[in-house]
């Protein structure tokens, strides 16, 4: 299959080396996506990288947050409004938003990790996504490093909203502090919390163990992996992890299918 | 051949506790050899020990599945390693691995638990030691955090 | 379905058929001391007379005391390579003042017929299909090659002794379908095949060659035959259970068989491409001087390369050990759990092509000879 070319309509710096492009999507259901899926987005002669989506299911816009560190983010990088790239997707199994219904949801993310969880956010805010109530948990290493930051505000009128970062800098008057340590404390009840977590793999572990630790059962506790990819669709072989193919058995597991197989080191 | 409690003697960690208290604990003791590259404590593992090294090196780590193991932090002799043994779910939080061939006493947790809940005495003993070592700890973690022989911190405006 | 007899003499003009029917046949033949799969044109040019022999990390061909077409095992091609290219053209891009145009490049397949196809390769080409076509998103290049595709399988009569598809329950009779199906019987100085159609195309086939009915006593002879390469594997060293290799596999992630074996491996990618069910693939994005034309390719890729896993920040697995242990689990165990079959066919190439000579079967005996420590 071949990407379709899309116009970039907006470009907008989120901190130093990453950066969010809106641009226009097709009318019709073969643009549609669930949150917690991933484009493949094509930049000119220098290839594919798998972008979480990262805005609103209901828009008519496609939203990606992108941070450059090789080859082809550089290259995406360089584009600007006006520019096209072309687009694959969207591909993968997203966030079970239906098991978050009557539910208490915690949302809880760790740096880049909360591009793929926006999607959820906006699910709420305009009613889509009916939990008992929500709970955003998330931890970035410094304040200029925060996705979103301008959002970050407004939504903490619409739920609670914990936020923590390792290093504060001059005018940080927020938690500084482990992501792990407000988890411990969060308001709930076991049995009815669902919680949806997005990071680095060695944050999603210890958010996790705090979970467990809480009561959660492992079948109300989501994750998003990540994992090499070349073809998003199960042919390639890159994305491997044990007998699952992340880009169609995830990115988004529940950790009690995965679980004997997020211990294993180097899988 | 020196009994468990004369090895706990020497430790520092056991320094001025009393005779009585030092059998007590002993019983709950044994002597113990780990080759180069064995583990001590596995992350997630059961965390059933308390150990008290006496040689040896042992580097407490965590695993980054794009880097592999790192180490955050070195332990010697006369240190001790393992408290997650005190408090449920009894787990190991981090990897711990020998770096020489390290000697050290290995108490047993669950042994240690019941000493103490039966003399409370002996466990506000214990405890105090505990506490003061996790706040050295925490102050060097700290300290460590602050990252002081870099650069000074990137600031938002650095080319990159 | 009856069986026939085909002079040894003739096979030439079950070529000729192929060839005057439109298809490019392939089969074996003689290059660079191994017998290896290519274009041919006339029987002469199969490896007529020629056996293997193979074992760890050994691969020779010796001339048989016979004139058998079809008397050696298995060389260091498999019929991937015609069905999963191992380079392929993927979409062209040129750059415009407004969108990129992309272009997908679909290039016709030319219609083939495989001469000698054993059973442990049509269980791997039947494996490949289910991978390539059975899913959601398929190979299309893979598709419109193996549409037309048309087989002339062989019984093997005799085993290499890397061979152990006794032990993976895909041989070495023919069991899955095949447009033909033959076996070579050579007595005293008889020499024909046996020969039946599996399908319409088959038998069209058979219809324009000089054929006689198959005696009873000559469809013994080729039972016989197999029967041979069957005990010959049975009372190997590679004799094995493979019954339970999933659940052993799983239990076994920890097992220090693979730190030995990590000692010996180069990550070399031998066993790999030699595989005739491995899969794996990646893309090259290239574009021209001018800047303003690109292509994508896809090419064969293998898990034993350092960056197959690559994300920012490393490789996922960074070492031999996890790579090797990636590959065997896989082969051997994840894909029941992916495919609903095992990947491996028992065809022992890579046990023989392996420069180290690591034996797929010997580590399955390890793990399990460590499982009881």
Redo the contacts between chains.
């Keep these: 299959m071949i990407p379709r070319c899309l116009r970039i309509e907006e470009r907008r710096e989120e901190t130093p080396d990453t950066f969010t492009l809106k641009f226009s999507r097709e009318p019709g259901p073969a643009a549609d996506f669930a949150p917690g899926q991933f484009n493949m987005l094509y930049a000119f002669g220098a290839g594919e990288v798998a972008i979480s989506v990262s805005g609103s299911a209901a828009a008519d816009s496609l939203v990606h947050t992108i941070r450059s560190h090789g080859l082809v983010t550089r290259a995406l990088k360089r584009l600007r409004a006006g520019d096209y790239l072309g687009v694959r997707g969207p591909f993968g199994r997203g966030w079970p938003l239906q098991k978050a219904r009557g539910k208490t949801l915690l949302v809880i993310a760790g740096g880049l990790g909360l591009a793929p969880l926006r999607p959820v956010v906006y699910s709420l805010l305009e009613g889509k996504l009916r939990p008992a109530s929500m709970q955003l948990f998330y931890g970035a290493r410094r304040p200029q490093e925060m996705l979103y930051r301008s959002e970050l505000d407004g939504w903490s009128r619409s739920f609670d909203l914990v936020t923590t970062v390792d290093h504060a800098a001059g005018d940080w008057s927020g938690r500084v502090g482990v992501i792990t340590e407000p988890l411990k404390s969060a308001p709930l009840q076991s049995d009815q919390t669902v919680a949806f977590v997005c990071g680095p793999e060695i944050m999603m572990r210890f958010c996790i163990q705090v979970l467990l630790g809480r009561g959660l059962a492992p079948a109300d506790i989501y994750l998003s992996m990540e994992r090499n990819m070349k073809c998003a669709v199960g042919l390639c072989g890159h994305c491997q992890w044990g007998p699952n193919f992340v880009c169609k058995d995830g990115p988004v597991f529940c950790y009690a299918d995965i679980q004997h197989w997020f211990g294993i080191r180097a899988l | 051949m020196k009994t468990i409690a004369g090895l706990l003697r020497e430790h520092p960690f056991f320094r001025d506790l009393n005779a009585a208290d030092i059998e007590l604990i002993g019983g709950c003791g044994a002597n113990t050899v780990y080759p180069v590259g064995e583990h001590l404590a596995r992350e997630?593992a059961p965390a059933d020990h308390f150990f008290l090294i006496r040689s040896g090196r042992v580097a407490v780590e965590?695993?980054?599945?794009?880097?592999?193991p790192l180490c955050l932090q070195t332990l010697h002799d006369g240190d001790i390693f393992g408290w997650s043994w005190l408090f449920p779910?009894y787990?190991w939080?981090f990897d711990a691995r020998a770096l020489d061939e390290v000697h050290a006493i290995r108490l047993d947790g669950k042994c240690l638990r019941e000493k103490c809940e039966r003399d409370p005495r002996l466990g506000f003993q214990l405890m105090k030691r505990f506490a003061r070592i996790m706040t050295e700890r925490l102050q060097a973690a700290r300290i460590q955090?602050l990252d002081i022989y870099g650069q000074r911190?990137p600031l938002?405006d650095?080319a990159? | 379905m009856q069986d026939f007899i085909l002079q040894a003499d003739d096979l030439n003009q079950l070529i000729q058929v192929l060839i005057t029917r439109g298809y490019q046949v392939h089969g074996p033949t003689l290059a660079d001391g191994a017998i290896v799969y290519d274009e041919i044109h006339a029987a002469s040019q199969l490896p007529r007379g020629w056996t293997d022999e193979q074992d760890k990390g050994r691969y020779r061909i010796r001339r048989r005391d016979d004139n058998a077409y079809f008397g050696y095992a298995a060389g260091p091609h498999s019929w991937k390579k015609y069905l999963q290219r191992p380079r392929r053209p993927v979409w062209r891009a040129q750059k415009a003042t407004g969108p990129m145009q992309i272009s997908a490049v679909v290039e016709a397949a030319p219609a083939m017929a495989f001469l000698g196809v054993r059973s442990c390769e049509l269980h791997a080409i039947a494996i490949q299909d289910r991978v390539f076509i059975g899913d959601q998103f398929r190979n299309d290049d893979y598709v419109e090659r193996r549409a037309e595709l048309f087989t002339v399988a062989v019984n093997c009569t005799s085993a290499a002794a890397t061979c152990f598809c006794t032990s993976m329950k895909t041989g070495p009779e023919i069991t899955l379908a095949s447009d033909l199906a033959m076996t070579e019987v050579l007595e005293g100085d008889k020499h024909f095949f046996i020969i039946r159609s599996g399908s319409y195309a088959g038998r069209k086939v058979l219809k324009e060659l000089p054929l006689k009915p198959a005696a009873q006593h000559q469809l013994e002879l080729a039972q016989r035959a197999v029967q041979s390469a069957r005990e010959q594997m049975e009372q190997g060293p590679r004799q094995f259970d493979s019954s339970d290799l999933q659940a052993l596999l799983y239990r076994n992630y920890d097992s220090p068989a693979w730190d030995a074996v990590a000692d010996r491996c180069l990550s070399c990618a031998n066993c790999t491409m030699a595989c005739p069910t491995c899969f794996c693939s990646t893309v090259e994005d290239t574009t021209d001087l001018s800047g303003d034309y690109a292509e994508r390719w896809e090419r064969w890729d293998s898990c034993f390369t350092g960056e197959f896993t690559y994300i920012s920040g490393g490789p996922l697995r960074a070492d031999t050990r996890s790579r090797y242990r990636q590959w065997m689990t896989h082969k051997l165990a994840t894909w029941f759990d992916q495919f609903g079959s095992s990947g491996c066919v028992g065809c022992g190439r890579c046990i023989a092509w392996c420069p180290v000579g690591i034996d797929i079967t010997e580590e399955v005996q390890r793990i399990r000879a460590l499982e009881q420590v």
């Excluded at chain 2, 965590?62 to 592999?68: F, Q, S």
């Design positions: 997630n965590t695993y980054l599945p794009e880097r592999g779910p787990l939080t955090l911190p938002l650095d990159p």
